[in-house]
């Protein structure tokens, strides 16, 4: 692919880019027949809602190798199917198999209290009465020896691995309440407290991913964390490294109490009784739905979302609302435009939170279609108004998108902004598997809703976060650019800008193409 030097040329076009932008809003828009039917079907028969219960609430959590999984993956195509659109399952690789069970973790001494926790993903489970055993606090050893020794002490006991901060509540309210003096007393405290667990895990000899499974080889009864937001509620809910004792997640609450309570001396003990399943082997999927072209069939644009979740929540803004809205405006674009010019191709991927797997496997299982990709668009974060475009690096992004743009009314892109022409992401999300090949993919980027520190691998990640009023605005919005795209005389341009260079002074690279991960082996 030929790369552009012109930082002047760059500046022109994007300047360009911006006025195009502007001047759409003066253009009479809704002309076009295509654009009001879309608006029409996607407002007065929406079907986000019933995809939502479904996905989110019938069938739930998607971690990669559950039942779950499979589940959706049947679902999603039976519905495509359903909607007159031709969609398979298509296998590439396999994962280890697993489903999640019952978590109830209860204090036993120096009380009785249930506590809110769950185990981590791919956990293994616990007899069925339960594992009780004292907790205790990662030791503060003074190098890898003293460490050794203290190992000696934790057979059948529970071993906390995350730090405490100083206060359960969450940053904005001490900003707004605290006085200036306490506010900052906190934050060194916190500071000094998230450095000093830093050394204190640097002086195992071993990262904080490899300490789990010491602990477990040690004889301990289990590992005990806290993945707080910094949210009141919310814990991230990522994977086990233990493979014969339970990892378990606590809420902070919880958490802080017995962590307190082991380094006051009252040695609290818990009963852990977690009921997973360890189920083998599963085999992984894409589920590719297609809405055959006419002129153009062999010349693809791709709506692009990952099926998948952590499991933590149910998986609803990261990514249900992104799987939802590819299914919406693939329906309503087959109900308003059955015959498109090129072949509208969904991808549901498969094993996007272990490193885009799905993704980079159909890049690199179809290498026949690369060349003949239009565009692909990504959502992948949250239940907001589509609120940014980057032209991830591509020198005319400026001219298609702006003209694709150009066709949606003013009042579902009224918070867009872009940026031309960008620079090319390195990785977070399924169109970087693209940009990586050269094609223009591009992130539909969304407002955020407190995403990050709410949603964003939580166990608040459920339905009731999704703002539907939003979500149809994607819908509706992104139905009208496929269309466009979907028309568009010949195929865009692939020309891509060079890239300028990073703070050490060398040239910064494209994003090179990576193998996806077809099993759980090194994982």
Do not use: C
Not at 279 to 290: K, S, V
Not at 374 to 399: E, K, S, W
Request: proline share 5%; hydrophobic share 35%.
């Amino acid at each position: 692919m030929k790369f552009i030097p012109a930082l002047n040329q760059t500046l022109k076009h994007s300047l360009l880019g911006i006025a195009l932008i502007s001047s759409s809003l003066t253009i009479a828009q809704n002309q076009d027949p295509i654009v009001e039917a879309i608006i029409k079907e996607g407002t007065t028969n929406s079907q986000l809602k019933t995809y939502a219960f479904e996905l989110l609430d019938g069938i739930g959590p998607r971690l990669v190798g559950t039942p779950q999984m499979m589940q959706a993956h049947n679902w999603v195509k039976d519905t495509y199917q359903k909607m007159g659109l031709e969609a398979r399952n298509e296998a590439y690789g396999t994962w280890k198999a697993w489903e999640r069970g019952t978590s109830q973790i209860t204090m036993t001494t120096p009380r009785i209290k249930s506590l809110e926790g769950t185990q981590l993903a791919w956990s293994p489970a616990t007899k069925k009465s339960g594992v009780e055993g004292e907790v205790v606090v990662l030791v503060d050893a003074k190098n890898k020896a003293d460490f050794e020794a203290w190992l000696l002490t934790i057979k059948g006991k529970y071993v906390m691995i995350s730090q405490l901060p100083p206060s359960g509540r969450p940053e904005y309210q001490w900003k707004e309440y605290a006085t200036p003096e306490s506010y900052e007393k906190m934050k060194k405290e916190r500071e000094a407290i998230e450095q000093a667990w830093n050394q204190r895990i640097t002086h195992t000899g071993y990262t904080a991913k490899e300490l789990p499974k010491v602990l477990e080889k040690a004889g301990a009864a289990g590992v005990v964390m806290s993945f707080w937001t910094g949210i009141m509620g919310a814990n991230r809910i990522f994977g086990a490294q233990t493979t014969q004792v339970p990892t378990i997640d606590i809420a902070f609450e919880d958490y802080g109490l017995l962590y307190r309570l082991a380094e006051g001396g009252k040695a609290p003990r818990i009963n852990v009784n977690v009921q997973s399943k360890n189920l083998g082997t599963a085999q992984t999927y894409n589920t590719i739905a297609e809405l055959k072209g006419t002129e153009k069939a062999d010349e693809y644009v791709i709506l692009s979302a990952h099926l998948d979740s952590w499991d933590g929540g149910t998986g609803a803004t990261d990514n249900g609302t992104g799987i939802i809205t590819m299914m919406e405006a693939a329906r309503i674009l087959k109900q308003v435009l059955p015959n498109p010019k090129r072949t509208l191709l969904i991808g549901n991927w498969g094993s996007e939170e272990q490193g885009l797997n799905g993704s980079r496997a159909f890049v690199a299982d179809h290498p026949e279609v690369l060349e003949k990709i239009q565009v692909v668009f990504n959502q992948d974060n949250g239940t907001g108004r589509i609120a940014n475009i980057t032209g991830q690096g591509f020198l005319h992004a400026y001219d298609f998108l702006g003209r694709w743009l150009s066709a949606v009314p003013d009042n579902y892109k009224k918070d867009l902004k872009t940026h031309y022409p960008g620079s090319p992401s390195g990785g977070g999300s399924d169109h970087v598997s693209f940009v990586s090949q050269d094609i223009p993919g591009f992130m539909m980027s969304s407002l955020s809703w407190g995403y990050g520190n709410y949603t964003w691998h939580t166990n608040r990640d459920t339905a009731d976060k999704i703002v539907f009023d939003d979500v149809q605005n994607n819908a509706i919005l992104l139905a009208i650019m496929v269309y466009k795209a979907s028309e568009e005389p010949e195929l865009v341009s692939r020309e891509k800008i060079v890239l300028p260079t990073n703070d050490k002074g060398e040239q910064q690279q494209w994003p090179v193409s990576k193998e996806p991960q077809r099993n759980s082996d090194q994982y």
